[in-house]
């Protein structure tokens, strides 16, 4: 079942155009890794996939429904943002901040419930972020606070995950537990796409790859497919190699 779609969707910023036509499926159980070089739209589109960014032309469908049409609060509890940035502008605990997750699912005037912190403990623990709870969010390192966010994004329990750089900041011990972490949402169904500047998250959990070549133009889909020494080449205009190891291909650049 498709979750989100793109239709001939064309994304500019000012003048450039980063992305044109694109025609984009994601369905139930899918990882998406979205690859390119700074600047070449990879926040734009998770932020158009959003219905936050409106696009030159083209849509995004949520559910088969164009984007437009659904209202917030539905938006909400099918699909999970993680943005790029953590900046927020009011003081908060760490536990607050992941339970903000939970509000697509309460009235107005309804407060968390003792399912909704458990969950939100939950999701902290699972991200090696068990008794942070009441920690100022301000007071995060960097890499703290990105797994802050990705916290919240999955205490939100949405069947799709829009995820901006989710291991940016992250020590190595941090990105494989991260990584585990997502493999398992996969494995229980959801959806992700997945924003990265590493090619080599994809043989750990992507199944499916787009490449954003900075000047409109874009490859599109499975892994095994669009992941390749000639492309990434392309895509970062630098040369790169693959080691096979295991079955899995790790590119690495050549010098």
């Given at each position: 079942?498709?979750?989100?779609?793109?239709?001939?969707?064309?994304?500019?910023q000012?003048?450039?155009?980063?992305?044109?036509?694109?025609?984009?499926?994601?369905?139930?159980?899918?990882?998406?890794?979205?690859?390119?070089e700074?600047?070449?739209?990879?926040?734009?589109?998770?932020?158009?996939?959003?219905?936050?960014?409106?696009?030159?032309?083209?849509?995004?469908?949520?559910?088969g429904?164009p984007?437009?049409?659904?209202?917030?609060l539905?938006?909400?509890k099918?699909?999970?943002?993680?943005?790029?940035q953590?900046?927020?502008?009011?003081?908060l605990?760490?536990?607050?901040?992941?339970?903000?997750?939970?509000?697509?699912?309460?009235s107005?005037?309804?407060?968390?419930?003792?399912?909704?912190?458990?969950?939100?403990?939950q999701?902290?623990?699972?991200?090696?972020?068990?008794?942070?709870?009441?920690?100022?969010?301000?007071?995060?390192?960097?890499?703290?606070r990105?797994?802050?966010?990705l916290?919240t994004?999955?205490?939100?329990?949405?069947?799709?995950?829009?995820?901006?750089e989710?291991?940016?900041?992250l020590?190595?011990?941090?990105?494989?537990?991260?990584?585990?972490?997502?493999?398992?949402?996969?494995?229980?169904?959801?959806s992700?796409?997945?924003?990265?500047?590493?090619?080599?998250?994809?043989?750990q959990?992507?199944?499916?790859a787009?490449?954003?070549?900075?000047?409109?133009?874009?490859?599109?889909?499975?892994?095994?497919?669009?992941?390749?020494?000639?492309l990434?080449s392309?895509?970062?205009?630098?040369?790169?190699?693959?080691?096979?190891?295991?079955?899995?291909?790790?590119?690495?650049?050549?010098?």
């Open positions: 079942m498709s979750l989100l779609q793109a239709q001939n969707l064309s994304l500019k000012g003048d450039r155009e980063l992305i044109c036509n694109l025609n984009l499926q994601i369905s139930a159980g899918e990882a998406w890794i979205v690859l390119g700074n600047g070449c739209g990879k926040s734009t589109l998770l932020s158009s996939l959003a219905g936050w960014f409106k696009p030159s032309a083209g849509q995004v469908l949520l559910g429904v984007m437009q049409q659904v209202a917030p539905q938006r909400a099918q699909l999970a943002w993680q943005t790029q953590d900046e927020c502008p009011f003081p605990t760490v536990l607050e901040k992941t339970l903000t997750g939970r509000h697509p699912h309460l107005r005037w309804e407060w968390e419930s003792a399912a909704d912190l458990a969950l939100a403990q999701q902290l623990a699972r991200l090696d972020l068990q008794g942070f709870a009441e920690r100022d969010l301000a007071s995060l390192s960097g890499g703290e990105r797994r802050v966010s916290a994004a999955l205490t939100q329990q949405a069947p799709l995950m829009l995820l901006d989710p291991l940016s900041q020590d190595l011990r941090h990105q494989q537990q991260a990584l585990a972490v997502l493999r398992e949402e996969l494995a229980a169904g959801r992700i796409v997945m924003v990265s500047h590493d090619p080599n998250h994809a043989a959990l992507a199944t499916h787009l490449l954003l070549f900075g000047d409109g133009t874009w490859s599109a889909g499975v892994l095994v497919e669009t992941l390749n020494t000639k990434l392309r895509l970062y205009h630098h040369p790169v190699s693959a080691i096979e190891q295991n079955g899995s291909s790790w590119f690495v650049p050549m010098r």
